[in-house]
């Protein structure tokens, strides 16, 4: 008898070790984020003077060292190649003479090849032109900065 209840025990004792040594048949899995991170929503720059296009859109126009160099962005504000060939531009001083400066195309902006002497506080005039014409397809009246 007391043969039969070490047997007992003894299975118990293998059956219970056994059972904690076996995986679950579903064990519980870490939490892990399945989402994808958001893409970061597009900003315009925080440089600069940022204007609305009339037909939607934006530019930026910013003193970038010793030349104005002109931006263009859609309207989701994703960067964008200009879609005029040609710029001018007139800085109106407070105390000095009024400077002038033609703005080409390089790359995917238009800059002027010209010095924009400091002091940088002016009012800017700059029309831009599609192609050849001499009437301005857009034009912008502001005060830098």
């Known amino acids: 008898m007391k043969t ?6 003894l299975a118990a004792l293998l059956v219970a070790a056994y059972a904690a040594d076996t995986p679950t048949a579903n064990p519980p899995k870490p939490k892990t984020s399945t989402a994808k991170p958001a893409k970061p929503k597009p900003e315009l720059p925080k440089t600069g ?3 609305p296009r009339p037909a939607g859109g934006w530019i930026n126009a910013e003193i970038a060292g ?5 931006k263009f962005f859609d309207k989701e504000k994703k960067p964008v190649p200009p879609d005029v ?3 001018f531009a ?5 105390v000095k003479s009024d400077r002038k400066a033609v703005l080409g195309r390089e790359g995917n902006t238009l800059a002027t090849p010209a010095t924009v002497r ?6 800017v005039i700059l029309s831009l032109f599609a192609g050849e014409g001499t009437q301005p397809t857009e034009s912008y009246t502001f005060r830098y900065p």
């Not at 010793?66 to 002109?70: G, T």
């Open 66 to 70: 010793i030349r104005l160099v002109v």
């Open 90 to 94: 007139r800085f109106n001083y407070a």
């Open 85 to 87: 060939e040609r710029g």
């Open 4 to 9: 039969l209840q070490i047997l007992l025990t």
């Open 118 to 123: 400091p002091p940088h506080n002016f009012q």
């Open 49 to 51: 003077i940022n204007l």
